[in-house]
Structures are given as structure tokens and as C-alpha cells.
């Protein structure tokens, strides 16, 4: 190599790595925080221009931030690295209200998507995206300016949103798979210009995560807008006929179904068909802001700092004091009603009655003599001469004999019962006569 060769080799070297070096100082020193971002010049601003009303989908691809990130060790598995990544509208932590964000798996690519508004027109949008990698927790971030041009066909008057069962919303937002389905729809519904307005996956509508069996999928909802009136198979859903199916959770019959199934399971009971040049506008009225500044009321006059203790005595007195003494009262009078007046003293012995006779009447239940069953009884045996003893012990208990009584003993008993049972009757000032018969009994 000629010396001027390499001289020009060495200018052009030191000048990239003096860009790199600058960028990276720049980005560091604007963070402050302690990791390490690279910022390349390949990974500029990147500017795009979506339209108005119409969808807008951004893959960041995990390929694109690769090749900031050390090498992997093993040859061959360079897309092994987890990579994920954050995207924030730059100045704020979170995306502004129109765009979404999803990433299955720190292997798959992220998805940027949503549908600009007309109040969005003409304002550009940076959105920082800052892509983490898993294994050595280096950073790469580059800026993504989003300017949103206005368009004449926003927005488009007829909008129909379909429901797909058979898809997740990454899956839906590939190129290949929403052109074959914006194909589809095409074909029945014959408009001159046709558009996906957005795409919103059935989660975030309150669905929920479907069982990790039979592959099944959460589900997406598709927003689309023509030109024209909606086809006479698009209406075959407000039929009587099949509204009747959809209340009772039958599948509705579309003659246009069979260009949607071969790819696209959609719930016909859950299309919606607007026509926004019928709807009626709704304006609230909000109220003017004012300045922030509070009216001025006066000069504020705190509360003096002498302020006399209040005492609690009297409080105490009226709910626990007041209720004591008049429990005490009420105890004092009737102790002296159960134990110093002639009524209650009689109550007291009539009561003392009452409980001897009833300890007496159960002892002499108890005690009470009883034919002893032929069970019982020695028996004497003719042949041999021999008496063989009872079958139960002498020691046999009373309560678990038999209930057979001889006629005098129940005789006896039943005088016994029934003094106990006059003395019961007797009145209560005629205590002589009842100590009188319980004592003759």
C-alpha cells in the first residue's frame, strides 16, 4: 500500500471512531445512568409518515439491534440473544394514547402499532426505543419520528369491525397475513377504497387468556373502512333469522363465510356495521378553565394559640357513673324484695320445697324394690341335681333391669307419687302441710 493510501485509510478511521465516540458520550451524559447505551449512526432517526385514520404497524427487528451487542460466545447462534424492548414517547415514561406495543417473547420482534387521529396531524412524534440485552445487559437505543399526514379520505363513512377467533394480534398485524385478509373482505364487499383503521386484540376488550391447550388464540378484533355501502352479505347478520341464532349461541348463517374460513374463523354474532355520516354527533360541553389562582377572600386569621382545655368529668359522670348507680338501685331493690319482705321469703322456702321433693322423689325411684326376672334366679337342674347359678351377678344394677314391677310395689309407689304431686299443688302459704305430708308419706 502507497503512503497516501494510507493516510487516507488513517484519516477516514480515526474521524468513524471519533463520531462513534462522540455519540456515545453524548447519549451517556445525557442519561446519567450507569449502563452502557450505544448509539450509532446506522441507528439515527428513523422517520416515517403514516396517514390519518389508517393503521400503522412498525416491526423493530431484533436483527436490526444485533449487531450493536458483543458476538455470542458459540459460532453460529448470533439470534439467540434475548432482546427486548422499551419504547416511550421521548420526554414521558409511556407511548402516547394511539399507539400499542406488544413482544411475545424476548426472542420474537416487537410490534409498534395503532391509528392516528387528525389531531395528531402535523405534529411529529419521537418515540424512543431502547433495546435491552438479556444476556450481557447492554443497551442500544435509536429515535423513531412519526409524522402523521393528513389524507381526503379520512375518514372513510362506512367502518365494519370483525372479531377473529383464530389469531393472536401479533399474528394479524404480519403484512401477509392482513393483505389476505383485507383481500378477503374485499372481494365481498366490492368497495373502490379500502383500509384497516386498526387492529385491538380481544384482551384488551376484557377477554380472557385462553387455556395453553389445542393451540388456541386470544383472539383480535379488525376495524375496516370503505367507501361504498356495506354488501348484502355484510347485512345477512341483522336478519331476524340469524339475531334469533346469536341469542341462543348458535352460529349464524352467512352465505359469504366460506371466503373468510379457509383462513379467518370469524364470530359473525360479534360484527359491528356503523355508518358514521348517520351517527349523531356528541359535543361536551366542558367548562372554561380558569386561571389556577385562588380568589382573594380576605386576609386568613389562624386560630389563637390559647385555647382552654376542656374537661371530660362531666362526660364521665353522664355514661358510666349515671347507668352505675342506677344498676346499684335497682339490685338493692330487689335484694331487699327477695330477702326482707314476708312474699319473698315464702317464695324462696316454696322453691327449697320443691327442690328437696324432687331429690327425694329420685332417690325412691332408684331405690325401689322389684320382682327380679326369672332370668335372675338360680336354676335347678333335674337330672343331676344340680342348682346353677343366676346368669347375671347379684351386683346387678338396678338400671338395667326390666321394667316388670308386681302389682304392690306399683301400688305403693303410686301413693308415694301422688303425696309428692299434692304437695307440689299446695299453695304457697301452706309450707306446715306439705313438710306435714311429705313427712307422713
Known amino acids: 500500500m502507497d503512503s497516501v493510501g494510507v493516510l487516507l485509510w488513517l484519516i477516514l478511521g480515526h474521524s468513524q471512531v471519533q463520531a462513534l465516540g462522540?455519540?456515545?458520550?453524548r447519549s451517556a451524559t445525557h442519561r446519567g445512568a450507569p449502563v452502557v447505551t450505544i448509539v450509532s449512526r446506522s441507528h439515527a432517526d428513523r422517520n416515517v409518515y403514516p396517514s390519518a385514520g389508517v393503521l400503522f404497524v412498525h416491526v423493530l427487528e431484533r436483527e436490526y439491534f444485533k449487531g450493536e451487542f458483543p458476538p455470542?460466545?458459540?459460532?453460529?447462534?448470533t439470534s439467540n440473544d434475548p432482546i427486548t424492548f422499551n419504547t416511550n414517547l421521548k420526554g414521558y415514561p409511556d407511548r402516547p394514547g394511539w399507539l400499542r406495543y406488544i413482544q411475545r417473547t424476548p426472542h420474537s420482534d416487537g410490534v409498534l402499532y395503532g391509528s392516528p387521529t387528525a389531531e395528531h396531524v402535523g405534529k411529529p412524534t419521537i418515540i424512543e426505543i431502547t433495546a435491552y440485552n438479556?444476556?450481557?445487559?447492554?443497551?442500544?437505543?435509536?429515535n423513531l419520528v412519526i409524522n402523521i399526514m393528513g389524507t381526503e379520505e379520512f375518514p372513510l363513512p362506512y367502518q365494519a369491525e370483525f372479531y377473529i377467533k383464530n389469531m393472536n394480534v401479533e399474528e394479524m398485524l404480519a403484512s401477509e397475513v392482513l393483505g389476505d385478509f383485507l383481500g378477503a373482505v374485499k372481494n365481498v364487499w366490492q368497495p373502490e377504497r379500502l383500509n384497516a383503521i386498526n387492529i385491538t386484540s380481544a384482551l384488551d376488550r376484557g377477554g380472557r387468556v385462553p387455556l395453553p391447550i389445542n393451540n388456541l388464540k386470544e383472539g383480535v378484533y379488525v376495524m375496516v373502512g370503505a367507501d361504498v355501502q356495506f354488501s348484502s352479505c355484510l347485512r345477512e347478520v341483522e336478519t331476524p333469522q340469524n339475531q334469533l341464532r346469536c341469542s341462543q349461541e348458535m352460529e349464524p348463517v352467512i352465505s359469504c363465510d366460506k371466503k373468510f374460513r379457509a383462513q379467518?374463523?370469524?364470530?359473525w354474532c360479534k360484527i359491528s356495521l356503523v355508518d358514521i355520516t348517520k351517527v349523531v354527533p356528541v359535543h361536551n360541553s366542558r367548562p372554561d378553565p380558569g386561571t389556577g389562582v385562588l380568589p382573594d377572600i380576605g386576609e386568613y386569621n389562624p386560630p389563637s394559640e390559647s385555647l382552654k382545655s376542656r374537661d371530660y368529668f362531666t362526660d364521665f359522670l353522664v355514661t358510666l357513673a349515671v347507668p352505675s348507680a342506677v344498676a346499684l338501685v335497682l339490685f338493692v331493690i330487689l335484694g331487699y324484695s327477695m330477702c326482707c319482705r314476708r312474699e319473698g321469703v315464702i317464695q324462696l322456702v316454696h322453691h327449697s320445697s320443691i327442690q328437696k321433693s324432687t331429690k327425694e322423689l329420685r332417690s325412691m325411684s332408684k331405690n325401689r324394690e322389684i320382682s327380679w326376672p326369672l332370668s335372675t334366679l338360680p336354676v335347678f337342674n333335674p337330672v343331676s341335681g344340680e342348682v346353677v347359678p343366676p346368669i347375671h351377678p347379684d351386683n346387678y344394677e338396678t338400671t338395667s333391669m326390666p321394667l316388670m314391677q308386681t302389682q304392690t310395689s306399683w301400688d305403693r309407689d303410686n301413693k308415694r307419687l301422688g303425696k309428692l304431686r299434692n304437695a307440689q299443688k299446695t299453695p304457697v302459704w301452706n309450707i306446715p302441710q306439705?313438710?306435714?305430708l311429705i313427712g307422713n308419706r
Open 72 to 77: 455470542y460466545p458459540k459460532p453460529g447462534d
Open 22 to 25: 462522540d455519540s456515545t458520550q
Open 264 to 267: 379467518f374463523h370469524i364470530d
Open 134 to 142: 438479556r444476556r450481557t445487559f447492554e443497551t442500544a437505543r435509536h
Open 434 to 436: 306439705v313438710n306435714r
